[in-house]
């Protein structure tokens, strides 16, 4: 039975499932990471004279001539790569991200440019601080579902902002991911349902002109991140009738270790689930990228027939969950483009010294 | 001078309260007293709160909360002296019922920590300090605990090992407790390896911030009264200062309000410190548990350590402190922290306690220091 207002779509009797018409799916995927590490142990050696945990092990850090195009640009070949479609084809470019070089000019336009889409694209920036990306997503699988487009392209990239010597500083990094969205007989993963939870909560915010957010300390934990996290898993697992056992991988938005692996357990999913799409102990947080890059490392080394859930987070505050099924197409796609692991042991360490000049942060005042 | 009775108590749980405001603190508080006192009017409100203006950007809480609670109209109050404005407001009220110029007063301890966040709590936090001499040049109550308790480790030659029995029994305590913070008991060595926050004051020494109200009511004794519970006496009722700032006290390490407060209050309730039963101290950090102790005549002078060392601070010990958690694990809500105290004694005194009641308690005592010392407010209850 349809619901009034989905207009023929194959969505649910309380239709609170996002899903199109026609079946779509991720059509080619790409990751990217920028080579720079900056390991915990240089913060705290500046900030804490070596005291005190750290949340994670390294970040990323991007080069001195890289930002959110330069980055999305690489995520979008690599999708493309593995896709192997005309840029042509392509009728829209959007990129989610909290680091957008301008604050007025596209990011999508660079984009869309670069890879050869423009100009018979529809380009956009989405803002949504760390669901930017996966809400991109959702609005692609709509345009595809709906007919409107053949192929859509979603960006969730960023470099993230810290604070020097605040607790986020420690995981603010860089690197995301793109995903061609597309028909779904031409789809390496097929979007089962998506699903999206929204509330107005001021977790964490930066406001125009500030180099740096700000945040509500424990206020971030279980009123923001874990309320909207859990919601939006379970409804969407009710949607479809399944279970945190159905599921081969769950990836979760991840701004430390702690945080996702507590979300997963206390869902139901275990250790084997999360831990393909757990980067953020040796990557960071990457915002808008941080659920999208776990989400590649998964499709990377998946299996046809298995069967994914990806939960974002954006402060602010929101999740989108997505549950996917592998089709047989992963298996000549994967090794296509570089991988979200390569890209991961691709690495470069640097001392803080050497972070704050690619990021910019000496300034005198 | 007429005698005063505790006839009703009430109190939310303590923590991050970050969905209700500070009037839905005090309503739920307020609504429990009354319930619980088997009234629902009274002649005077009085209410302990430290920061509602800085932190909710809301003062003249007495119109608001006799208002907020049904009672427009009435004469109310606001008592401030740092986190021992709770005590404070107790204090008012039982002037205010033993003079005779009221027959019932309610007194409330509200505080609304969690609207903003750790820098700006923080700073608000200092003006509690002397602003010329301690905030300006960027002290903190918590860097100056920390210094009275390195001076105190160098002065009497005592360990960082012997502050951890204090944490472990307000821990244990607070584990049983529904309205704390904190549910968890300290594992043995959890203690020594808990983050530092100012050296030697950890993690583990430092009260937490929590948003909470507590309330009692006052009546005149031999008011009838219709609360299911016997009324509590106020056997004393005494508030003493000291400098301001810790620089200004020829001996830091002696808490001299803390000692005048509890000498004054002896004194009313004809007892020693020996006739105390329960001790509800103000263990802001576990220096300050400390220094109480030595000010109130519980242990000689550099001997302040000795009762949690030997286990006498326990519910079955010799001197039970920090019976619900105290501040360090019911957490520290401010203003409101010297009801909690009250209530809590209460419930000791009327057998009420469950899980935490100590055995044969018929005096109990509880002290509500402001900072560092400047302001200390003891009270003394019996059963009537």
Not at chain 1, 58 to 73: H, R
Not at chain 1, 316 to 339: C, N
Not at chain 2, 311 to 316: C, K, P, R, T
Not at chain 2, 354 to 365: A, H, L, W
Request: glycine share 12%.
């Amino acid at each position: 039975m349809t619901t009034p207002g989905n207009n023929g779509g194959h969505t649910t009797e309380s239709g609170r499932l996002l899903k199109p018409s026609a079946d779509v799916g991720i059509v080619g995927y790409g990751a990217y990471v920028p080579r720079y590490r900056l390991p915990a142990s240089e913060i705290s050696r500046v900030w804490t004279g070596g005291q005190g945990g750290a949340p994670i092990t390294e970040k990323a850090v991007p080069g001195l001539d890289e930002d959110v195009a330069t980055m999305s640009i690489e995520a979008a070949r690599n999708a493309l790569a593995r896709a192997q479609i005309a840029p042509s084809q392509i009728r829209a470019v959007w990129v989610g991200s909290e680091s957008h070089p301008y604050a007025v000019k596209p990011t999508s336009t660079i984009v869309g440019e670069a890879i050869g889409a423009a100009p018979h694209i529809l380009a956009g920036d989405w803002e949504f601080a760390c669901k930017a990306g996966s809400e991109a997503m959702q609005a692609a699988i709509g345009l595809v579902g709906s007919g409107m487009a053949a192929y859509a392209l979603s960006i969730g990239m960023d470099t993230a902002q810290g604070r020097p010597g605040d607790a986020l500083e420690y995981t603010a990094a860089a690197g995301g991911a793109a995903y061609l969205i597309g028909p779904a007989e031409n789809s390496l993963a097929v979007f089962e349902g998506t699903y999206s939870y929204v509330t107005d909560t001021p977790d964490f915010w930066r406001r125009p002109h500030e180099t740096y957010p700000s945040h509500g300390d424990r206020f971030t934990g279980e009123p923001a991140y874990f309320h909207h996290v859990t919601s939006a898993a379970t409804a969407l697992m009710e949607e479809l009738g399944a279970e945190p056992g159905d599921f081969d991988y769950a990836v979760f938005h991840q701004p430390n270790v702690k945080v996702p692996t507590r979300a997963a357990k206390m869902l139901g999913f275990g250790k084997a689930q999360i831990e393909t799409g757990l980067l953020v102990g040796v990557v960071g947080n990457v915002y808008a990228g941080s659920s999208l890059l776990g989400l590649t490392a998964v499709l990377d080394i998946a299996q046809p027939g298995s069967r994914v859930l990806m939960v974002s987070y954006g402060s602010g505050a929101g999740s989108d969950a997505m549950a996917l099924r592998i089709t047989d197409r992963v298996t000549e796609r994967q090794g296509r483009a570089p991988t979200t692991q390569a890209y991961i042991a691709r690495r470069e360490v640097i001392d803080y010294a050497t972070y704050a000049r690619y990021r910019g942060k000496l300034q005198m005042r | 001078m007429r005698e005063v009775n505790i006839i009703g108590i009430g109190q939310t749980p303590v923590g991050e309260h970050w969905d209700r405001s500070l009037s839905d603190l005090a309503r739920e508080a307020v609504e429990a007293a009354f319930l619980d006192a088997g009234i629902s009017r009274v002649d005077a409100l009085f209410v302990g709160n430290m920061l509602a203006g800085e932190l909710s950007h809301q003062e003249h809480l007495g119109a608001l909360i006799s208002d907020q609670i049904g009672l427009r109209g009435i004469e109310a109050a606001r008592a401030e002296a740092s986190d021992a404005s709770g005590g404070l407001a107790l204090r008012q009220g039982y002037i205010a019922v033993a003079s005779g110029a009221v027959e019932t007063a309610l007194v409330l301890g509200v505080e609304k920590f969690t609207d903003v966040v750790g820098n700006a709590r923080l700073a608000a936090l200092v003006a509690g300090l002397d602003a010329e001499y301690e905030g300006t040049h960027g002290a903190t109550l918590t860097a100056l605990a920390a210094l009275l308790m390195r001076r105190y480790m160098h002065e009497y030659g005592v360990e960082l090992e012997a502050f951890a029995g204090f944490s472990e029994n307000a821990h244990a305590n607070a584990a049983s407790n529904p309205n704390a913070m904190f549910h968890n008991t300290l594992r043995p060595g959890a203690f020594a390896a808990a983050p530092a926050v100012a050296p030697p004051v950890s993690l583990f020494d430092a009260a937490p911030e929590g948003d909470g109200a507590a309330a009692v009511v006052l009546a005149a004794a031999g008011r009838a009264v219709e609360s299911a519970s016997p009324p509590l006496r106020i056997a004393a009722s005494a508030v003493a200062t000291d400098t301001l700032a810790v620089q200004d006290r020829p001996d830091p390490l002696f808490l001299a309000a803390a000692n005048l407060s509890a000498g004054r209050a002896y004194e009313q309730a004809g007892i020693a410190p020996s006739d105390v039963d329960v001790f509800e101290l103000h263990d802001s950090y576990t220096i300050m548990a400390v220094l109480a102790l030595e000010a109130c005549g519980f242990a000689r002078r550099g001997e302040g350590t000795r009762p949690a060392v030997e286990g006498e601070i326990g519910l079955a010990g010799q001197l039970p402190i920090a019976t619900f958690g105290g501040l360090k694990a019911r957490g520290h809500a401010g203003g409101a922290t010297g009801l909690y105290q009250v209530v809590e004694l209460t419930l000791q005194l009327r057998g009420e306690a469950g899980r935490n009641q100590v055995e044969d308690v018929r005096i109990g005592m509880a002290q509500n220091v402001g900072g560092l010392g400047g302001t200390a407010v003891t009270h003394i209850l019996e059963r009537a």
